[in-house]
């Protein structure tokens, strides 16, 4: 993918570049997604330490540390050379008219773990208690909003696995929209006449159209669902599913295009 949005490589395996300048944007999950771990932080680690790429904490990588820290499980072998600049990095992203976070972008959350990271060992204690405003903050740009679905049906998602909520169209207003128009990704089966109770939306904070452009990851789409919806864009087609790798090639503009979708198949 990074060839093909034109980064080249030196000779002795230095870190991609781009020859224009451009700058690659990482929105997180290197981890737990297949079996080159190890190469796919190299990569990515050697693009941010000479500044070709910036990149975002995935779910996974947060896990990592709030795991650590209520003891229930020892990082990857393939993840420990790395555990110190994973730590570094933040949980959201704004620059050049863009942001980037990995799941949703949650102002108020935004701004409760505004410049924290996990080298600060209080950030990761209270984002590992829940209850906390840290927890929630946490939860909600990393993981997205999820709904209760209706209890008289079964609802599995694209692997099988049986689901009892469903994650959100977070930039939407939800008001009068059905669970069938919010859910995303979508999953078969659900109501088309009836949305989730009022109660369950409190979190949610519609994302304006005149807000900057926002990528994600997370969503782990099929190939049919649309990558692009107005202002957001999410970039993660789950290419240990169906083996394609998905990007956007931005160039300052403010209205996103679906044909600067770039994918490696």
Known sequence: MLSK???????????????????????????????????????VHDMTEVYSALAVLGNHEFNLFTNAFAG????????????????????????????????????????????????????????????????????ILL??????????????????????KGRIR??????????????????VGTPEDIGPPSLELEDVVPYASAEPPVFLGHYCLLPSVPKINGNVACVDGCVTCDGILWAYRHDGERVLDPARLVHSS
């Open 170 to 187: 977070w930039w939407l207003d939800p008001t009068g929209v059905s669970y069938a128009d919010l859910l995303f990704p979508p999953c």
């Open 72 to 139: 229930k499980d020892e990082p990857l072998a393939e993840c420990r050379s790395h555990l110190d600049w994973l730590r570094g990095l933040p949980l959201s992203l704004e620059i050049g008219g863009l942001r980037v976070v990995h799941a949703a972008w949650h102002a108020p959350s935004v701004e409760i773990v505004a410049r924290r990271t996990c080298e600060d060992e209080e950030f990761v204690r209270l984002a590992a208690t829940k209850g906390t405003p840290e927890h929630k903050a946490a939860s």
């Open 5 to 43: 949005l034109g980064y080249l490589q030196g000779p002795s395996g230095e870190a991609y570049a781009h020859p224009e300048g451009r700058r690659a944007v990482f929105v997180g999950d290197f981890i737990n997604r297949g079996p080159e771990v190890a190469e796919v932080l190299r990569v």
């Open 143 to 164: 993981k997205g909003i999820k709904v209760p679905l209706p209890r008289d049906r079964v609802y599995r998602d694209r692997f099988g696995i049986q689901r009892t």
